[in-house]
């Protein structure tokens, strides 16, 4: 009998001072309500209904879980209530530029837009269209070529580059003097604006080759300064969690240090390394300053990078919504922009998708 | 270094004279003369290993120099950016943009540069903070891997493209918000009207700097908040903390160098960002209201003069461009002091 009574005790203990679980959500209904009807009065829209419900109800749970929980609880509450507004709030934006150029880009993403350049397009090309009704015409063939020669060649710049200095940051410099100088200086590195990135590799080939050389191949050295931060990071970081007892076993069995490192070390931290030299291409190549101020723009295909002007994709955006090609009818020239983010966005998600195949694809089997 | 060690001084008289390929087969028996000698253990597992010593200093070698090219090309940013920049700091200062000489020129649009970051940081990283907490503490488990890649996704999204959402989206939605601030606010000098139809205002890009920080910030505090150790965050649990003082307690403590390096991160984005700024700004002089049209970035500048600019000009915005640059690397340098000196916080080594 006694052991009973103490049973119900503990168990009324567990519950007590705790408001019934639908509580919150009786609040939410009160809230949603009253905030129509507030809404209602100074002129109903949506996002006033949300942002009142939303205040109403934040205020009134946390006043109740205050009274009924007390003080501690109520805190808890609120807190919680904010970090999942906060996510809310910020997807917000990222929903609004997705469906913004899912909208406005899939009307412009044709045949013609994928494979025509905007050579021989001109604001009278665009002023026609508009006036009959035809298709609009010109494309981006010329900026994708462009984009994925400078990527190719930044990359081409930077991977050896970087994943060397990885390795001498993990392997050979083990906290010298030198080794913290690098990490130092590639930490500050990540930091350069890219326009800086852009500025440095026009003033090297201008002072190289006299003023004004824009070429594709200048503008792959400025992504290269961007890029090769990032490499020698996500690197760095995966050759630091290849575990120890991999390195000393092979050298037990008198492996030299440099097989070691090629045959031990990062084939173990290869997916890591492929798939964050996967992002740091996805991080280039939508890179527009440092393009605007080397590679200049052009509205014709160029296939060589060491020579002429170079259009790319992000100059390609930002040319045609700053200055459309016919002042007087923008719209196709928006809309060959917003085709292009389109295409910009799809490439850049793919290469994110990549790098996560790779990462899971060529991912050390841990299971046993 | 490691050649110091792999030559012992025993192998150096007796073995290296026989050529490798006759030591081959002995490899594994132990040779009289060998015991005779003190090192008698070292020398027959250092004695094959010869052969790869090539190798080793090829690739110690180049792997090196890879890094010592690091520190090259960033000192060469600065050396050439201030080559081209020099004519500027010499010129007459009539012949500058603005005709007072290369100070009055740089000033407003420094100030106009950490306007827009300085809005865009306290908007975002409280933001960032809590999206971050949200996906590593308080999203359902099997649900926060994948808000995580969503948040990914959108630290993917070229500039250039937040750019023209702005532009085009954001910017003509504000105005309606702006007029309104300007009527009722306008007495707070920061919101003094006539406000912008447009909305085309250092506000707009203040908030469009934001988003894209926020990814940044969220993305690297979230790594970090995912290390706290998870013995901390039990024993506060086991105290009888709620969620949000075993968070208060355990995680933020933990995390603070790394919420500081990934907020100076995004100010070194925010500071640097060009396009947003060049695409959703109209320019103008600088002015202390924010809904107002006006104000310049310094990285906004250069992206809308250099293709056009020549001579004198060209020089005038390398030299803008060197002052963003010293600015990003104080920043910088500043961050990596205070991670450095709350480095002690840091459970993980």
């Known amino acids: ?368 | 270094m490691e050649t110091g060690r792999d030559r012992p001084p025993f192998t150096a008289g007796t073995s290296s004279d026989v050529p490798s390929s006759a030591r081959t087969p002995g490899r594994h028996c132990i040779r009289n003369d060998r015991l005779e000698g003190k090192d008698v253990s070292t020398n027959s597992l250092k004695e094959p290993t010869d052969r790869g010593r090539a190798g080793d200093k090829i690739f110690s070698g180049v792997s090196l120099a890879a890094g010592v090219l690091i520190l090259a090309v960033l000192f060469s940013v600065a050396v050439f950016l201030l080559v081209q920049a020099a004519p500027t700091f010499t010129a007459d200062p009539t012949e500058i943009t603005g005709g007072e000489g290369f100070a009055a020129y740089i000033v407003p649009i420094i100030i106009g540069t950490v306007i827009a970051a300085t809005i865009a940081l306290v908007i975002a990283t409280p933001i960032a903070i809590a999206v971050a907490l949200f996906i590593s503490h308080y999203a359902p488990r099997r649900l926060a891997r994948a808000f995580g890649y969503v948040i990914d996704l959108l630290a993917a999204i070229p500039s250039v493209i937040y750019g023209a959402w702005g532009y085009i989206v954001l910017a003509p939605q504000l105005a309606t918000v702006y007029a309104w601030l300007a009527e009722n606010l306008g007495w707070i000098p920061i919101f003094t009207g006539p406000a912008s139809q447009t909305g085309k205002t250092m506000l707009t890009v203040g908030i469009v700097l934001a988003v894209m920080v926020i990814p940044i910030i969220t993305s690297l505090s979230r790594e970090i908040f995912l290390q706290t150790p998870s013995l901390h965050e039990e024993a506060a649990l086991a105290m009888g903390a709620t969620r949000w003082e075993m968070v208060r307690m355990a995680v933020l403590p933990f995390a603070r160098p790394g919420i500081i390096s990934a907020t100076m991160l995004g100010l070194g984005r925010a500071l640097g960002e060009t396009m947003a700024v060049a695409l959703v700004l109209s320019p103008g002089a600088l002015v202390a209201s924010l809904v107002k049209t006006g104000n310049q970035t310094i990285a906004a500048e250069i992206a809308l003069n250099f293709p056009e600019a020549f001579g004198l000009r060209l020089n005038e915005l390398i030299a803008a461009g060197l002052v963003l640059f010293v600015i990003t690397l104080i920043v910088n340098m500043i961050a990596r002091f205070i991670i450095t000196r709350h480095k002690e916080f840091s459970g993980a080594n």
């Open chain 1, 1 to 368: 009998m006694a052991a009973n009574q103490t049973l119900q005790r503990r168990q009324s203990q567990l519950t007590r001072g705790r408001l019934p679980s639908y509580a919150v959500w009786v609040v939410l209904a009160a809230s949603v309500v009253l905030g129509a009807a507030l809404s209602a009065l100074i002129g109903f829209s949506v996002v006033g209904w949300a942002v009142i419900t939303a205040v109403v109800f934040v205020v009134t749970a946390t006043i109740v879980t205050a009274v009924g929980e007390g003080e501690r609880r109520a805190k808890d509450r609120l807190v919680t209530f904010l970090v999942y507004g906060a996510f809310l709030l910020a997807l917000l934006p990222l929903v609004s530029v997705l469906w913004t150029v899912l909208e406005r880009g899939i009307p412009g993403l044709s045949y013609n837009f994928l494979f025509t350049s905007m050579n021989g397009v001109t604001g009278a090309v665009d002023n026609a269209s508009v006036e009959n009704g035809t298709p609009v015409l010109g494309g981006a063939y010329h900026a994708v070529i462009g984009t994925l020669l400078i990527t190719f060649w930044a990359t081409l710049i930077s991977v050896p580059i970087g994943l060397l200095t990885a390795v001498y940051l993990v392997e050979y410099g083990q906290g010298n003097r030198l080794a913290r100088a690098i990490t130092f200086f590639v930490d500050v590195m990540t930091g350069i604006p890219s326009i800086v990135a852009g500025l440095f590799a026009a003033a090297l080939f201008a002072l190289l080759f006299g003023p004004g050389t824009r070429t594709g191949f200048v503008a792959a050295v400025a992504l290269s300064v961007l890029m090769i931060p990032v490499v020698v990071r996500s690197t760095e970081e995966m050759l630091k969690i290849v575990p120890n007892e991999l390195r000393e076993a092979a050298y037990a069995l008198g492996v030299r240090k440099w097989r070691t490192i090629t045959r031990v070390v990062i084939p173990t931290a290869i997916s890591g390394i492929a798939s964050g030299v996967t992002l740091s291409i996805a991080r280039v190549i939508g890179e527009t300053a440092p393009i605007l101020v080397t590679a200049g723009f052009a509205s014709s295909i160029n296939w060589n990078v060491f020579s002429g002007w170079m259009g790319t994709l992000p100059t390609f955006i930002y040319y045609q919504i700053l200055t459309p090609t016919s002042p007087t009818a923008p719209d196709p020239s928006t809309q060959r922009a917003w085709a292009a983010a389109l295409l910009l966005i799809l490439m850049v998600m793919l290469l994110n998708l990549g790098a996560r195949l790779i990462a899971s694809m060529f991912a050390p089997k841990t299971s046993r």
